[in-house]
């Protein structure tokens, strides 16, 4: 086998694959014994057709499977070997490839398009100055998560007049001209209303001071005017049933629920993060703040990243790309899509591989590496803020383990969990090299500086 490789604009590289019958003969013959040991031929005893039959049978797809085998097996050989930092996948050269009869002995010629990564260097010294967000923990801020914490905990009671988000329930019916129930209209019982969300507001009027057994006579379609998706669920019709509804319907109450959030005492105290572990008010608050550092943390990390993406974008300037080469890969891999869907993308792709390329050469840079261990912490805090969306703060350990083992266990997750991994060790050690320019925001002026 000879394999020649030219990169004359040091971006794209052609590389010649001459596979010569030596190279591929013996372990088709190889084959092709296994195959007549097992064939079963009308006339035959196993082991015994003739192996002119088996050529003539198997002969041709076996040896393209052996070409293309060797093909695959030299082609990476020779790219890890050289250490050539190669782009998606070689694509035949559209201009050099002729056909190949397969059928033949060879010498088989392949010639690739090979995108090459550019040269260049990204790195990070203590002379380089970003921005770090310190996102303080305000009494503002603790008091969100107090509500936050009484309205998990929170439930629905009974009143006896109707304010606020309250919800009313009672039985719907549909009114004639006069007034008069309808014969045959639409009846809805346990109907729910909530009257803050009606958008007409003489009907929301209509429920001030409401109270159970009170008959509201209200129209539906003034009170969702251009929402007949809100009437069919009121009336429980479908959409098309309402649409040139014009009746007033009479709403007797029969309950009105008030939503009512747990009170600050030690019965949520507990069941926020424990029986006994927090005794008061402050330390609640304090509590929270606590936790809420470490969650603020994560979102300054994240922010830092880009800002260092950002400087490093910057500081290493343009890159030549094979551009066109690397169109054709990411056509090649988005077929059903087609060439609008390239055109469209491609500057984004180009920016993800630049970027790519730049966290390459940090990672080797810092001697970063990723163990089994760093999975599975990744994996039991991505669990332990899924339960903390839920207000579910005190979770044992031992729970959190047992969750993220099955997590790891699952292919699909393992990439994207490598990749958390890798920006968070990433992320500690670039805060280290660089001068960080620490800024103190709120979480409110954070936001701002996250959307703008």
């Not at 010294?125 to 503002?140: L, N, R």
């Not at 469209?344 to 163990?371: M, P, T, Y």
Request: contains cysteine; hydrophobic residues 35%.
């Amino acid at each position: 086998m000879n394999i020649q490789f030219e990169c004359a604009d040091k971006v794209n590289g052609l590389m010649t694959i001459t596979v010569e019958q030596a190279d591929y003969q013996e372990a088709v013959d190889k084959k092709l014994k296994d195959y007549r040991k097992k064939a079963q031929v009308p006339g035959f005893r196993p082991g015994m057709v003739p192996m002119g039959l088996i050529k003539k049978q198997y002969g041709t797809a076996i040896k393209v499977d052996e070409v293309n085998r060797v093909l695959g097996e030299k082609l990476y050989e020779y790219i890890r070997t050289n250490k050539i930092q190669m782009l998606g996948e070689p694509m035949p050269n559209e201009e050099k490839q002729q056909p190949q009869d397969l059928q033949g002995d060879g010498p088989f010629v392949f010639v690739f398009d090979i995108a090459v990564a550019p040269e260049f260097t990204a790195e990070l010294t203590d002379k380089d100055k970003i921005d770090y967000f310190d996102i303080t923990v305000d009494e503002k801020l603790v008091d969100e998560q107090v509500q936050m914490y009484q309205s998990q905990a929170g439930e629905f009671v009974e009143v006896q007049e109707w304010s606020g988000n309250d919800t009313l329930t009672g039985d719907l019916r549909q009114l004639d001209a006069n007034g008069n129930t309808l014969e045959g209209g639409i009846e809805v019982e346990g109907g729910l209303i909530m009257p803050s969300y009606v958008k007409g507001e003489d009907e929301k009027k209509k429920f001030d001071g409401a109270k159970p057994g009170d008959i509201i006579i209200f129209n539906p379609k003034k009170a969702y005017p251009d929402n007949d998706a809100e009437v069919a669920a009121l009336l429980k019709k479908n959409k098309d049933e309402v649409e040139y509804l014009e009746s007033d319907f009479s709403f007797q109450i029969t309950t009105i629920r008030h939503f009512q959030p747990h009170a600050l005492d030690q019965e949520l105290f507990d069941r926020t993060f424990g029986e006994g572990n927090v005794k008061d008010e402050a330390e609640f608050r304090q509590r929270i703040a606590d936790s809420l550092k470490p969650q603020l943390q994560v979102n300054s990390d994240f922010k830092f990243l880009q800002d260092v993406r950002t400087y490093l974008d910057k500081k290493v300037g343009e890159v030549t790309f094979p551009e066109a080469l690397l169109k054709r890969v990411m056509l090649n891999n988005n077929k059903d899509k087609g060439e609008d869907f390239v055109e469209k993308n491609f500057r984004g792709s180009i920016d993800e591989l630049k970027w790519h390329l730049i966290k390459e050469q940090l990672v080797a840079a810092n001697n970063i590496k990723v163990e089994d261990g760093d999975l599975k912490q990744i994996a039991k805090g991505a669990i332990r803020q899924q339960f903390a969306q839920y207000g579910m703060s005190n979770i044992p350990d031992d729970m959190l383990e047992n969750y993220a083992e099955e997590q790891l266990k699952k292919r699909e997750n393992i990439e994207g969990y490598v990749e958390r991994a890798i920006d968070m060790k990433l992320t500690q050690t670039l805060k280290q090299v660089v001068k960080l320019n620490m800024k103190k925001v709120s979480l409110q002026d954070f936001n701002k500086l996250m959307q703008g």
